[in-house]
C-alpha cells in the first residue's frame, strides 16, 4: 500500500510560481514512475508532468506546460515535486500526486488508469 500527501498548493498571482510536494510512503518510490495530474472545474483531469523511477530518469511533460514547470523527485525523501513557474489563470486546478509502482512503459506515463495510488489533492489558484 502507497501513501502519497500533496502539498504546496495556494493562491498566487499570474506570473507567479509555487512548488508542489508528494510525500510518498512505502518502499517502491525508487522504481515507481510518479506522475502529476490535474483537474479543474467542469473538465476532465489531465496529464502534467511524469517522472520515471531510478532506472531511468526520464521525464515528460504536456504540451501547456513545458518551458515553464519542472517535474523532480528525491529518491532519499521519497518525495516528487512539482516546480511551476510563469504561471497562468488557466492553470488553476486542483494538482494530484500519483504513483505508478510496476511501470510497464514510458508511452503510458499520460495516462491516468495506468497509475495505481492518488493523492487527495492540492489546490492551485492563480488570479489574473
Known amino acids: 500500500q502507497v501513501q502519497l500527501v500533496e502539498s504546496g498548493g495556494g493562491l498566487v498571482q499570474a506570473g507567479g510560481s509555487l512548488r508542489l510536494s508528494c510525500a510518498a510512503s512505502g518502499r517502491t518510490f525508487r522504481s515507481a514512475t510518479m506522475g502529476w495530474f490535474r483537474q479543474a472545474p467542469g473538465k476532465e483531469r489531465e496529464f502534467v508532468a511524469a517522472?520515471?523511477?531510478?532506472?531511468?530518469?526520464?521525464?515528460y511533460y504536456a504540451d501547456s506546460v513545458k518551458g515553464r514547470f519542472t517535474i523532480s523527485r528525491d529518491n532519499a525523501k521519497n518525495t516528487v515535486y512539482l516546480q511551476m513557474n510563469s504561471l497562468k489563470s488557466e492553470d488553476t486546478a486542483i494538482y494530484y500526486c500519483?504513483?505508478?509502482?510496476?511501470?510497464?512503459?514510458?508511452?503510458?506515463?499520460?495516462?491516468?488508469?495506468?497509475?495505481?495510488?492518488w493523492g487527495q489533492g492540492t489546490q492551485v489558484t492563480v488570479s489574473s
Open positions: 500519483a504513483s505508478d509502482v510496476v511501470p510497464a512503459s514510458d508511452s503510458d506515463v499520460q495516462l491516468p488508469n495506468n497509475y495505481d495510488y
Open positions: 517522472a520515471t523511477g531510478w532506472l531511468s530518469h526520464r521525464t
